[in-house]
């Protein structure tokens, strides 16, 4: 490798316990976890879970390359303003000539609902398919594109283990300057 060509990388990340929360059901419906929500929780901080694990040390390392060609976005952000992150990604991919027009069907083709509604974006086949082979838990309705909020993790968190997940948002912010939105 000449690194001659160099790609532009998006990284999006967001609050550790939604993380956490999304990944759990994740298992339930594609890999057939059984577990609980506390024990998928203890999995997650301990750094299993599959790739992109564990969780902080991806970010950090992410992060901490200081690759001109890496933009980091919040999830919580996207949320609030996607028209804005929609902006800053055309700026960062130095995409030109785009329309307002253009860049509101691009803001109707991200949102969750088409995202639920599109089987290739809502591993519809690869669900069934799972489904069909005893993989998925069917108290999870079958579903992998669920939610796509911020704050669900209050829904699923104990005080105990919410508290574990800040110290090492904390730890993340302190080396990375990265804010991470716990109490959301």
Not at 105 to 112: F, G, I, K, R
Not at 127 to 147: A, H, I, M, T, W
Not at 164 to 180: H, Q, R
Request: overall charge negative; charged content about 30%.
């Amino acid at each position: 490798r000449t690194r001659e060509k160099t790609p532009k990388i998006i990284h999006v990340f967001r609050n550790s316990r939604d993380v956490c929360v999304s990944f759990y059901h994740h298992w339930r419906v594609l890999e057939g976890f059984n577990g609980g929500f506390d024990l998928w929780s203890r999995i997650f901080l301990e750094g299993y879970g599959g790739c992109h694990f564990p969780y902080w040390k991806h970010v950090k390392s992410y992060y901490l390359s200081q690759y001109e060609n890496i933009m980091f976005i919040k999830y919580e952000d996207m949320k609030k303003d996607i028209k804005s992150t929609i902006n800053d990604v055309c700026g960062f991919l130095e995409c030109k000539g785009y329309t307002d027009d253009e860049k509101a069907l691009l803001e109707e083709h991200l949102s969750l609902k088409n995202f639920q509604q599109t089987a290739t974006l809502n591993k519809q086949q690869l669900v069934q398919q799972c489904d069909e082979l005893g993989y998925s838990n069917k108290d999870e309705g079958g579903v992998f594109v669920r939610k796509g909020i911020v704050g669900d993790w209050k829904n699923y968190f104990s005080d105990e283990m919410s508290e574990k997940f800040k110290e090492n948002d904390e730890e993340l912010s302190k080396c990375t300057g990265l804010f991470i939105e716990s109490q959301i």
